[in-house]
């Protein structure tokens, strides 16, 4: 059995409003998948349903990992994430008034990762300079762009298997979206090379899954398959 997430029939909504409507995605260890469509879709929210945030109404948010499975729909946030799945969500939500080592030992304090923080402090420092010399400011100080790797440094110290962003690149440069895609991409491999050498491996990789992913939703747009049925769809407000 494939380590993957798989997600079926998936809805789910804000009170009367139904926001998601049958989403079905399947998400196997090691791939890079890319949610794509417009604001008011509905992507927040299936980031946000899949990580028990927004409660499915209907559905099924399956991981299937070394050969165990287990039913995550309806499980506390703090229980998937000790499953090993992790979400940087819209809007940061960072603890402004603690510091940026803080904010990252409480992301690496759950009982999966505990064991592994300082290595993980160590990676995340090395993956994103800037944080180490600010480690002892105050998140609320940082600027935006410093925030959004703040919240992705924290994420990745809960050593999730899956790793959900929401709006990655959301307040930083081009040059820093690049580091971290493939500070991403390093730490869901197995190779153990240095830091700054993977990193300039990786980025010119990135960039050719992303213009693959770009030409074949391109591709879709223009000549969308026939599926018969009813097909999924995201509708309504993130």
């Known amino acids: 059995m494939a ?5 079926e029939n998936l809805s ?6 139904r926001v998601l409507r049958e989403v079905s995605l399947e998400v196997r ?15 927040s ?34 229980k998937i ?12 939500r960072l603890i402004p008034h603690l510091t940026v080592e803080e904010n990252l030992r409480l992301g690496g304090s759950g009982r ?20 180490l010399e600010r480690r002892e400011q105050p998140a609320a100080a940082m600027s935006g762009g410093q925030q959004q790797l703040l919240a992705i440094a924290r994420a990745l110290m809960t050593e999730p298997r899956i790793l959900l962003i929401d709006e990655p690149s959301v307040g930083l440069a081009p040059i820093a979206v690049d580091r971290v895609l493939a500070t991403v991409a390093v730490r869901f491999s197995a190779t153990a090379v240095p830091q700054r050498l993977a990193v300039e491996r990786f980025v010119p990789k990135l960039r050719e899954t992303a ?14 398959p026939h599926r018969p049925g009813r097909a999924a769809s995201l509708g309504g407000a993130t």
């Open 81 to 92: 994430v000790e499953r090993g799945i992790a979400l940087v969500p819209e809007g940061r």
């Open 112 to 131: 999966r990762s505990r064991p592994s923080l300082r290595r993980n402090l160590e990676f995340v420092f090395a993956a994103f300079p800037v944080l």
């Open 211 to 224: 213009q693959k992913i770009r030409q074949r939703f391109t591709d879709q747009q223009r000549n969308p």
């Open 12 to 17: 789910a909504g804000y009170g009367a409003v």
């Open 3 to 7: 380590n993957r997430l798989v997600i």
């Open 29 to 43: 260890e090691g791939e890079l998948v890319a949610l794509l469509g417009t604001n008011g879709n509905g992507k």
């Open 45 to 78: 929210t299936l980031l946000n349903a899949i990580l028990g945030l927004v409660p499915p109404t209907a559905g099924s948010v399956r991981l299937e990992w070394d050969g165990q499975v287990t039913e995550l729909a309806g499980f506390p946030a703090e």
